[in-house]
């Protein structure tokens, strides 16, 4: 009976949890169950450290027990993780659900068209900007959406996975923005360590509320400028061969720029970032008009609405410059 104990212990754990007992109950059934008395909880419900032959609790080479989340409120760490991990394994049953033949098409190989790197932000998601990233976006995440803390990823994705686009997304509310706009000797050495590189002209002294978002909105696209200026100094030569566009864009869930709510604005194009160029720009990929929905379409470029292949958007804007300055009239 003594060497089943454990098990049953972990039983009546799991089957007390589940039907809402806190941690006393459960410690009362488990100690009639062997005999002995109860042992004392910590406030708050966490187990009391009474094992005097084992290592202290912190220290290097303790090991940490699978916790079975005894909460009294949702808010709580153990609640919060617990209430995750249960959705996210519900989520990929029914994501898995979908069956084998819509993994089939990526299960061996990726072949993503577009090189993404967007900041670590939880409100930032590739669903924002593609309805099917899987086998489409080689998605980079850092904060402040570096490419200069993210080489070795970013050149994965465009020069061994061969992507034609490299997309750089900023988004309004930015906190690595805002800290670099600030004092970074606030911050740990290890986001210090990050920011470093993020070069952005410092806020001004005084200004209002309005004048200090404005401020924001403008460093973040700042940022946006220097990280595709940093992209098309490292692969330049692709870029000059027409192999590669790189573009910033911001996504905007605050409407700070005023372009409406959840818009993705494209502010710079190789380095151009004049805002009549970039309207052209847009227009050359298909006019602002709703392209339809499925890769293959888009690809196929059968829609006056489709966007343009990813390999054509340098030549799409170098085509707009011709025409710009065949319309400007001869010096006399």
């Known amino acids: 009976m003594a060497s089943s104990l454990p098990w049953l212990g972990l039983a009546l754990t799991a089957i007390l949890a589940a039907t809402g007992c806190n941690q006393a109950a459960a410690a009362e059934v488990?100690?009639?169950a062997s005999g002995k008395a109860a042992e004392p909880a910590h406030a708050?419900?966490?187990?009391?450290?009474?094992?005097?032959?084992?290592?202290?609790?912190?220290?290097?080479?303790?090991k940490f027990a699978v916790p079975f989340?005894?909460?009294?409120?949702?808010?709580?760490?153990?609640?919060?993780?617990?209430?995750?991990?249960?959705?996210?394994?519900?989520?990929?049953?029914?994501?898995?659900?979908?069956?084998?033949?819509?993994?089939?098409?990526?299960?061996?190989?990726?072949?993503?068209?577009?090189?993404?790197?967007?900041?670590?932000d939880s409100r930032v998601h590739a669903g924002a900007f593609d309805a099917t990233p899987e086998n489409d976006v080689f998605l980079i995440k850092n904060i402040g959406n570096q490419i200069g803390n993210a080489e070795g990823s970013v050149e994965y994705g465009v020069v061994h996975l061969g992507t034609p686009v490299l997309l750089v997304i900023g988004h309004t509310g930015c906190g690595a923005v805002k800290a670099a706009l600030g004092d970074l000797s606030k911050q740990s050495k290890a986001v210090r360590a990050e920011l470093a590189q993020m070069k952005l002209p410092k806020a001004?002294?005084?200004?209002?509320?309005?004048?200090?978002?404005?401020?924001?909105?403008?460093?973040?696209?700042?940022?946006?400028?220097l990280q595709v200026k940093s992209a098309v100094r490292t692969f330049g030569e692709r870029v000059q061969q027409g192999n590669l566009t790189v573009v910033g864009a911001v996504y905007d869930f605050r409407n700070d720029l005023g372009?409406?709510?959840?818009?993705?604005?494209?502010?710079?194009?190789?380095?151009?970032?004049?805002?009549?160029?970039?309207?052209?720009?847009?227009?050359?990929?298909?006019?602002?008009?709703?392209?339809?929905?499925?890769?293959a379409q888009v690809a196929a470029g059968n829609s006056p609405g489709s966007a343009r292949l990813p390999s054509d958007l340098a030549r799409a804007l170098a085509e707009f410059e011709a025409r710009q300055n065949n319309a400007k009239p001869a010096r006399r």
Not at 44 to 62: E, I, R, V, W
Not at 205 to 212: I, R, Y
Request: net charge negative; hydrophobic share 35%.
């Open 204 to 225: 001004e002294a005084g200004k209002d509320e309005k004048d200090e978002k404005a401020i924001w909105a403008e460093a973040v696209i700042a940022n946006v400028h």
């Open 69 to 120: 989340a005894w909460e009294s409120s949702p808010t709580e760490p153990l609640s919060v993780a617990r209430a995750f991990l249960g959705e996210a394994l519900r989520d990929n049953r029914t994501y898995s659900n979908q069956g084998a033949k819509v993994f089939a098409e990526y299960r061996d190989e990726q072949k993503p068209r577009a090189t993404v790197v967007t900041c670590a």
């Open 259 to 295: 372009n409406g709510v959840g818009k993705l604005t494209i502010v710079d194009v190789n380095g151009n970032d004049e805002p009549e160029r970039m309207k052209a720009f847009v227009v050359a990929l298909g006019g602002g008009a709703p392209a339809p929905t499925g890769r």
């Open 30 to 32: 488990l100690a009639k």
């Open 44 to 62: 708050g419900g966490a187990p009391a450290h009474t094992d005097s032959h084992g290592p202290p609790p912190g220290s290097g080479s303790a």
